[in-house]
């Protein structure tokens, strides 16, 4: 079943986020990463990015827990699969109304991201309501390339 598939793959890619979501916690941080001398002053800090992190952790950790719910759905419980997008819809919409990352380059990839799990999470509501393998398929496109940015993101981080 087309279901179960996409599932599998979402279980098999929403570690990157969850990794990510532990990057604002109080004990986290990348000063031993930063560049110590020549950077250009127009480069938000890595404390402004731990900074932010910090602030946007809790709804962060709501869309990485929202991946690891849907991941865990079955594709016949076809309920608890659009309870589980709507919710990745409202957490996703959540962390678009906090403060974009302070960084240029980070930025579009996590705007991407959110993007595409908004994206991906109507589509997903979309199909199990219509019970569409058609549907599905547009819906997992999203879903692959937030999960695919979500781990670019995660490298940048934690590069």
């Known amino acids: 079943m087309h279901i179960d598939r996409r599932l599998a793959l979402i279980s098999a890619a929403v570690g990157s986020i969850v990794v990510l979501a532990g990057c604002g916690a109080a004990t986290t941080s990348r000063t031993g990463n930063a560049p110590t001398t020549n950077a250009p002053a127009s480069t938000p800090s890595t404390a402004s990015v731990s900074d932010w992190m910090t ?19 079955s594709g016949a419980d076809l309920s608890g699969i659009i309870a589980a997008c709507t919710q ?21 990839v996590y705007q991407d991201a959110l993007t595409n799990s908004a994206l991906f999470a109507t589509g997903c509501v979309n199909a199990a309501t219509d019970v569409s393998a ?18 670019q993101l995660n490298g940048m981080l934690t590069g």
């Open 55 to 73: 602030s946007v952790s809790t709804d962060y950790s709501a869309v990485a827990n929202d991946w690891t719910t849907i991941a865990a759905q």
């Open 88 to 108: 990745l819809s409202t957490d996703v919409q959540t962390l678009q109304s906090d403060a974009p990352l302070p960084n240029p380059t980070m930025n579009p």
């Open 134 to 151: 058609s549907e599905l398929e547009a819906a997992g496109q999203y879903q692959t390339k937030a999960l695919s940015d979500f781990d």
